[in-house]
């Protein structure tokens, strides 16, 4: 299956931590941080304008980005775990 994000709209795929330590000690989870790591699958083409052009979009597709943790709308599918988040709520690009 595949998924098209529609307008400004990102499709992500969060990036677990390894909680675990090289010794085995499980290290609690950092749920209280409110900003994600999250790998780019796929992005929409951008808001149509009045002029009838469409926004810029400034992502691609396996940028990893920094993202807020509650703007993502997260679904499963085929047993994965996807998010699909608005442009705007990106907060930076890492490379």
Do not use: Y
């Not at 677990?16 to 900003?35: R, W, Y």
């Not at 790998?39 to 396996?62: L, P, Q, R, Y």
């Amino acid at each position: 299956m595949t998924i098209t994000p529609l307008f400004d709209r990102v499709l992500i795929e969060e990036e677990k931590e390894d909680l675990t330590t090289a010794s085995g000690f499980l290290l609690s989870s950092a749920s209280n941080e409110s900003v994600v790591k999250a790998k780019v699958i796929a992005a929409g083409s951008g808001n149509e304008k009045e002029d009838g052009s469409s926004s810029k979009i400034f992502v691609t597709t396996n940028d990893e980005i920094l993202c807020s943790k509650f703007a993502i709308a997260k679904f499963k599918l085929d047993g994965k775990e996807f998010g699909i988040i608005r442009q705007s709520d990106i907060l930076a690009i890492l490379k």
